[in-house]
């Protein structure tokens, strides 16, 4: 029996690659901090048929294009969680991005460099928030080809992606403008940013140029997080930052998207929708 299960997940996570869009590196030449760092990428799927990766050393990102009658220009960087040391790039990743696909947003996930994975040499600020960076900044120079509108350019992040959205927000770059590539020329600032059930970073610089916020998290969440939000919420006010918050009675961390997901695990996706759709970002242009 353990062989046929077996058997099962691995033609399970076979179709699920040969579905997958095609990742796109974000360094073709190598990632600033990687060099001579070559070891594969390292997935390993759980009981539930969920693809978790690790061993990130070349970075990407992997397009969501919606269809041409339902693009809306808007697009996120979706940006999973894993506490640092592993991506969750189904619940908090792929099916994210596919529901964005779905409704005319464009999505790409990332996969980003891991700080706190047993052996790494990385850091969250040094190599995770400059991956994240360049994937912003990799949308916004494709926005021709992609038909995208370059000023609505935003991410959504869960749990520790939602502690590097965070990090987005408040330490971005206007570009580089001595910069050799002209990708570095352009802005690393996220136009709006959706947050869920985030590790809060200690050093939080909100100035009133922090972009348009959604917080989400669970009530049931551990108190760092779910009070950590409350507090972030009304940090936000006082620094006059557009921002809603909602909190969910009865969730706990890392609910994602699922196919067995109800009551407010599974209506938090329309929420964001209709934020966006009330900023006027998903307005056909």
Known sequence: ????????????????????????PLWPDGAPGSVGKTGAESTRVTALGEHIVSNVHAPSITPYLPSVVARTGAAFVVVPGGGHAELWMDHEGYRVAQLLADHGIAAF?????LAREKGSTYTVEGNELPDLQRAIRTVRSRAGE???????????????????????????????????ASLDRLSSRPDFEVVLYPAIPRDLRLSARTPPTLLLCGADDQAAISQGVAELYLAMKRTSVPVELHI?????????????????AAAWPQQVLDWLDARGLTKRR
């Open 1 to 24: 029996m353990k062989l046929i299960v077996a058997a099962l997940l691995l033609g399970l996570f076979a179709d699920a690659l040969a579905d997958q869009p095609q990742s796109l």
């Open 248 to 264: 969910y009675a009865g969730l706990g961390h890392g609910f994602g998207i699922r196919p067995d997901s109800v009551g407010p």
């Open 146 to 180: 992609w038909q995208l509108d370059p000023n609505r350019v935003g991410v959504i992040g869960f749990s520790a992606g939602g502690e590097l959205v965070l990090l987005a927000g408040t330490r971005f770059d206007d570009g580089q403008p001595g910069a050799a």
């Open 109 to 113: 996930v990332l996969k980003y460099r």
